[in-house]
């Protein structure tokens, strides 16, 4: 589907986020096109690597979109920008799909998807959608680094798998407290490196 | 964070809270979603009415919400997707929401199950209130089902929940109290909510000794002692309980919680404390039935 009017697609294209959002809100397909075009190939990286597939990331872009469309007046610019709201939205629907997944019999050849707070420098040096997001990506590829091993996965294990706190600790057969301790040391020294580089995190 | 969803919610001691402490030792959980139910529901409700521990929450959900951003980019999708949404879109077949505002999904404390009555009397005085409650639950229900749509299974439960909290304060106030420790081995800590609008109480706390029997008691203005039920502690030490007053709380100065033997381990004063019964202050020990 195209723009009816490419003259006010154009226009389109200079507006700002919330705007946008506010004419989606209002029942504008061409602005939701816009954010598509904007946010689409972020929301498509991070489902991709939730679900652990292409397909199966592509399939949740458009549910996310979807959603969007039906919700764009849930969203407040006055709590955070558009991209984060979108990607909010985008890791609920995917935990959603993995907690599905997993009430499923397993398949033996399902495995996880790698979990991916990892090593994410090495990877995709192609133009960002913004220079914003790719100074984002550089800091939190940095912070991550800064993490043990042991930290770092107990909080993938949370956030990409949405595993709770006792569901780690018997995975890996470790003491519920030693979980909780790590996830909490993790966080805040995350927490505290991108607050030292004053990172504007959304 | 999602704006407090229930203003009336007041805090009426101003003794510093225990459960600070909790809140802030499992923030880091309660952002990542990897609470278990019980302990969610003690931090949403801690984070109601404070202030800072807000905004050590919102400190938290800068960095989560920074995550997506750290996934290595693939290259982005080919045009049939975008094509495809639109014609979803345009084929109508995610129309919008009606322009009424939803409310937002928000997350509460869990439901807190109904006690049976401990007493007869306490089972008359109930059974006036189970209708109006039930009403209520009915109500809650539709409302919940107006969400099926576009909410997801938590959500529905937890925006029940809210509704349920409302029904136990029937639109007055729900005021909270400390549950504080009486006895030198005990260690469990929590809250104490009233509602004045319907006779309805509950306890939430955790680190209770699972093993040991708690019965909850009202204290009145004249001494009398009146059981209102039994603890139920989950294997963690967790309680998330709700019961009702067989009088009007008004009448009530305090709380207790004794153990097995009638010995006071937990008080809730809910009277100022310049206008305490003597009793109060005695403190450890003394059984009370
Ligand atoms: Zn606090």
């Known amino acids: 589907m195209t723009l009816t009017d490419p003259k006010a697609g154009n226009e389109l294209l200079e507006l700002d986020d919330a705007t946008l959002a506010r004419q989606v809100a209002e029942g504008s397909a061409a602005a939701l096109e816009v954010l598509y075009d904007r946010y689409s190939r972020i929301v498509l990286s991070f489902a991709t690597r939730m679900l652990g597939d292409r397909q199966s990331g592509e399939e949740l872009l458009q549910e996310v979109f979807l959603r969007a469309w039906q919700q764009a007046r849930n969203y407040s610019a006055e709590r955070g920008s558009f991209a984060t709201w979108l990607l909010s939205i985008t890791h609920n629907m995917s935990i959603d799909e993995i907690r599905k997944r997993r009430r499923r019999p397993q398949r033996a050849d399902s495995a996880d998807p790698v979990l991916m707070l990892t090593n994410v420098r090495d990877e995709s040096p192609s133009v960002e959608q913004s220079a914003e997001l790719g100074a984002l990506r550089d800091t939190m590829a940095r912070a991550l680094g800064t993490l043990p091993e042991a930290q770092r996965r107990a909080i993938e294990l949370a956030y990409y798998r949405g595993l709770t706190q006792r569901e780690i600790a018997e995975e890996l057969d470790e003491p519920l407290g030693t979980i909780k301790t790590r996830m909490r040391l993790g966080m805040r020294k995350l927490r505290d490196y991108l607050e030292t580089y004053e990172v504007e995190l959304a | ?289």
């Open chain 2, 1 to 289: 964070m999602n704006s407090r969803p229930n203003e009336q919610i007041v805090q009426a001691s101003n003794r510093p809270s225990p459960d600070c402490g909790f809140t802030l030792d499992n923030l880091e959980g309660y952002v990542l979603d990897a609470l278990d139910r019980f302990e969610r529901g003690v931090v949403e409700h801690h984070l109601r009415w404070c202030d800072p521990c807000q905004a050590e929450v919102a400190r938290v959900e800068r960095v989560v919400a920074a995550f997506p951003f750290a996934v290595p980019l693939v290259d982005g999708p080919g045009p049939d997707v975008k094509a495809s949404l639109m014609d979803r879109i345009a084929s109508g077949e995610a129309e919008q929401a009606v322009s009424s505002p939803k409310p937002e999904p928000v997350r509460v404390v869990e439901l807190p199950k109904p006690f049976p009555p401990a007493t007869s009397r306490w089972r008359y005085a109930s059974a006036a209130l189970i209708a109006p409650l039930a009403l209520s639950l009915l109500v809650m229900g539709v409302w919940a089902n107006s969400l099926r749509t576009d909410l997801n299974e938590r959500d529905i439960e937890l925006a029940s929940q809210i509704q349920f909290n409302q029904a136990i304060a029937g639109g007055g106030q729900v005021a909270l109290y400390s549950v504080e420790r009486s006895c030198p081995t005990c260690e469990g800590s929590g809250q104490l909510g009233m509602s004045e609008s319907n006779d309805m109480g509950m306890v939430m706390g955790w680190n209770f000794d699972p093993d040991k029997r708690h019965d909850v008691w009202g204290v009145g203005r004249d001494g009398e002692k009146m059981k209102m039920c039994e603890l139920e502690i989950d294997s963690t030490g967790a309680v998330m309980q709700m019961f009702m007053f067989p009088e009007a709380p008004a009448d009530l100065m305090d709380v207790y919680i004794t153990d097995e033997h009638g010995v006071l381990t937990y008080v809730s004063h809910l009277a100022a404390e310049d206008d305490a019964t003597p009793e109060d202050s005695d403190g450890l020990g003394a059984p009370i039935s």
